[in-house]
């Protein structure tokens, strides 16, 4: 019997396909990924240490065993403790800006959309403690850390620039004053907001009344909301 001829392949089987990438391509990709999570993980035990115990109290050692890795790698993508220090500052202020980018304003609704700016900032504040607590660290150093960082102010501008915007609407619409500027309404809702919780314990103590039940809380964010919106010269 005659052989068959051998099967031409399937028009599937013909269809080229894309070379596989290098394998030391596929590795880099892999170590850049290590690295990221490593540089994370260091970033993130620091902040909850210096949170904890401040900057002089927290130390290389805690850090590198609370992200389970070692000192020579903090030193690798940090430098040292102080540019480790900076590295959590500007972190949190990212951080904030992140969640601040998501707010959904509607700024043809200003008095709105300013109460929805008060409401996060204030709720910020109460979600992410180490917020408050590494600021207050870092004013006790009389801010010599952030001082050095390169990116700090361009993570104040966001912050300031959202609230530019609301203001900007409402006094077109004539429910707000024109002569009131973001820079100084940020600084009304983060005083309002950070030295009521960074004191709330000896507030309390003072005051002979917890400052920290949700009735009060809920409290001071009406009162913060009211205080501004009076401040803007907002029409009720």
Known sequence: MPARPARRPAAADRTPRPAAPPAGARALGVRQRAALATRDSILRAATKV?????????SIDQISKAARSYDRMIYYYFGSKQGLFIAVLED????FNDAESRLVLDTAQPLEALRSVIRFMWGYYQRNPEFITLLNTENLHRGKHISKSLRAREYS??????????????????????DVTARDVYLMIAALGYFYLSNRFTLSAFLGESLETPAALAHWESFMIDAVLRKVGATR
């Open 157 to 178: 501008s966001p912050a300031v620039g959202v609230l530019g915007q609301v203001l900007a609407s409402g006094a077109r619409r004539g429910v707000f004053r024109g």
């Open 92 to 95: 949190m202020y990212r951080r």
């Open 50 to 58: 210096f949170a904890r115990h401040g900057y002089d109290g927290g």
